[in-house]
């Protein structure tokens, strides 16, 4: 079973055992908000271009609020069983829902106090440093100096050049790539002067 199948299964798991009403990392969304956005996400196409185009936000979260009200155990069903055979997603499940499903059961693990960073197979953390080590690059665009992640086994890369300065996360492949993904509750130690460490921790990294 792909990565993608078993987080997936695991984040309907946590959702379940959390509750519709928990919060999450992604701002003012409980794990019901969550739900619905994932359920539009995969089976409501026509709100894709609300993601990323502004005027059409209000679309987008409207279709959400609405899924939102449905029966909470309605939407774990949907999210479980993902992308319908109809759906633009279906075909790419592994290479697109990879890790907005780790990213995502981790929104809800860690939304409340008392989260421990899981432990993963090894072969799982290969794929997630592969991919971190790509989107890297969009997420610390915005940084005025040097980024480079690093793993406890001594793997680096670059993923931003600028300025006189550098900054080097270290930390477990899942855990760089949530970072990455703007999320501040992870287990990584940054390196560098203390301004240039603050700047990271304040940067904008939305990709």
Known sequence: MSLARRERFALVDTMAA????????????????????????ERRPDTAPGILIPQLESYT??????????????????????????SPLWAVDSLVNTTEMFVHHEDVRRGSPGWEPRTLDPADEGKLWSTVRKMGRMSYRKAA??????????????????????????GAPS?????????????????????????????????
């Open 18 to 41: 959390f509750g519709p009403d928990a919060r999450t990392l992604c701002g003012e969304w409980t794990v019901r908000d969550l739900a619905a956005h994932l359920v539009i996400r």
């Open 175 to 207: 855990e760089l790539l949530l970072h990455a993904f703007g999320r501040d509750e992870v287990e990584i130690e940054m390196s560098g002067s203390p301004a240039d460490v603050e700047s990271i921790r304040q940067l904008d990294r939305s990709v």
């Open 145 to 170: 100096v040097q980024v480079t992640l690093a793993t406890p086994d001594g793997e680096r890369v670059t993923v931003h050049k600028s300025g006189a300065g550098e900054v080097v996360l270290t």
């Open 61 to 86: 979260e409207g279709v959400r609020r609405k899924a939102a009200a449905r029966p909470f155990q309605e939407l774990l069903d949907e999210v479980r069983d993902g992308p319908p055979l109809w």
